[in-house]
């Protein structure tokens, strides 16, 4: 059965959304190579992965369904931070942002009586659970270590371990 337009205009959204976020990571990425914390720069640059994977599983699921994808332009994401605590504050408002956009898009399946989407989306919603206590974790950290050098250089070695595991959507 086609896509609804209503449900496929959703769907374009959230691409739209997802392709932000990497472009968001991805200027965190260049941040946080300019201050010299390459370990968070890894992390930053897995989340850039993250956000592609998410975007493409989308853009496949509505090609899967006969929906027609529309590619729209992506607005500028901010470059500077205060911090690294100050990055990782705007990256867990982002991915909260991003939560709401997931659950509206749930919205719109329920209103189009949809379950092929709404069981498809049900692996974006966990997802977005892990998203942000991965962030949270990472902020949380943040906060503890306030002003000490030594301890930032370290969390900042823990993040360089982080590696791209490639997700199974839907």
């Avoid at 992506?74 to 470059?79: A, M």
């Avoid at 709401?100 to 092929?116: F, H, P, T, Y």
């Avoid at 002003?147 to 969390?155: G, P």
Wanted: with cysteine; proline share 1%; glycine share 6%.
């Amino acid at each position: 059965m086609m896509i609804s337009e209503k449900m496929n205009a959703a769907f374009n959204d959230q691409i739209k959304a997802e392709m932000f976020s990497s472009n968001l990571y991805l200027s965190m990425v260049a941040y946080f190579e300019e201050i010299g914390l390459k370990g968070f720069a890894n992390w930053m640059r897995i989340q850039v992965q993250e956000e592609n994977a998410h975007a493409m599983g989308l853009f496949d699921y509505l090609l899967e369904r006969d929906g027609k994808v529309t590619i729209e332009a992506i607005e500028k994401p901010e470059n500077e931070w205060a911090c690294a605590l100050d990055c990782f504050e705007a990256v867990y408002k982002h991915e909260q942002h991003v939560t709401s956009l997931i659950n509206g898009l749930v919205d719109v399946a329920e209103q189009e009586k949809d379950r092929a989407a709404i069981s498809f989306l049900q692996w974006y919603i966990k997802e977005q659970v892990e998203e942000e206590a991965s962030v949270g974790g990472v902020l949380a950290t943040l906060k503890l270590i306030g002003d000490d050098k030594k301890a930032l250089l370290m969390l900042d070695k823990d993040l360089a371990a982080r590696t791209f595991v490639a997700p199974v959507i839907g």
